[in-house]
């Protein structure tokens, strides 16, 4: 039975204070965030870094076969039409040609100040049977003189070509050595384009003479 009080009524339950409650920012959060926060900080530093880091890329030390046989090989100049690779030198042998000589031409603009260019012109066909290779003095000389002689349509095609290219480059086309080169390329394949049909075959125009004024 439950006691009565002097009342003759039961005792009332007893009460138990609760402990305020605490916001977010407590002790114990602010310790948890900091760590998080440490952490963190460790991952952006030191851990990412390690995992993105590209491998060193090693130095070149060496070519390939081909690419140094490109990088060894001289540079060709280009032919003025079609980008044809320029044609070498032929070896230094006596063969067939027609000669040109003096002949003046104007040029096409006038801004570096000169105003005309005077050439001749030495042009070499193949030797097809060696038959000059082999000749020599006065043998060579008749040669040569019956082969100007046999090619005279030839050689008004020429003249007509070289007039026709020649006055259309500017003083800046020409005044320099590629610029000279470039002009030798195209003068060898129109002269031959004017040879189609025939068996001579021009390889090469040296030029002789050539004064810009």
Do not use: M, W
């Given at each position: 039975m439950i006691p009565a009080n002097t009342r003759g009524l039961a005792s009332p339950p007893a009460v138990v204070d609760e402990p305020p409650r605490q916001g977010l920012v407590n002790t114990r959060n602010i310790i948890i965030l900091v760590g998080i926060v440490a952490w963190l900080a460790v991952l952006l530093l030191f851990v990412v870094p390690q995992l993105t880091r590209k491998p060193a890329q090693q130095p070149a030390t060496a070519v390939t076969a081909q690419t140094a046989a490109e990088a060894a090989r001289p540079a060709t100049a280009a032919g003025a039409q079609?980008?044809?690779?320029?044609?070498?030198?032929?070896?230094?042998?006596?063969?067939?040609?027609?000669?040109?000589?003096?002949?003046?031409?104007?040029?096409?603009?006038?801004?570096?100040?000169?105003?005309?260019?005077?050439?001749?012109?030495?042009?070499?066909?193949?030797?097809?049977?060696?038959?000059?290779?082999?000749?020599?003095?006065?043998?060579?000389?008749?040669?040569?003189?019956?082969?100007?002689?046999?090619?005279?349509?030839?050689?008004?095609?020429?003249?007509?070509?070289?007039?026709?290219?020649?006055?259309?480059?500017?003083?800046?086309?020409?005044?320099?050595?590629?610029?000279?080169?470039?002009?030798?390329?195209?003068l060898i394949s129109k002269f031959n384009q004017a040879l189609a049909g025939s068996s001579d075959r021009v390889t090469y125009v040296i030029f002789a003479d050539f004064v810009m004024q």
């Open positions: 079609g980008g044809a690779a320029a044609v070498p030198a032929p070896k230094a042998v006596p063969g067939p040609q027609l000669t040109i000589s003096n002949r003046v031409f104007n040029l096409a603009g006038n801004s570096s100040g000169y105003k005309y260019v005077k050439l001749s012109l030495v042009v070499q066909f193949a030797d097809e049977k060696g038959e000059y290779a082999k000749a020599k003095g006065d043998a060579l000389k008749k040669l040569q003189d019956a082969f100007q002689t046999e090619h005279p349509a030839a050689l008004s095609a020429f003249n007509d070509i070289l007039t026709t290219t020649v006055s259309s480059k500017t003083a800046a086309d020409l005044a320099t050595t590629q610029g000279k080169e470039n002009l030798r390329q195209e």
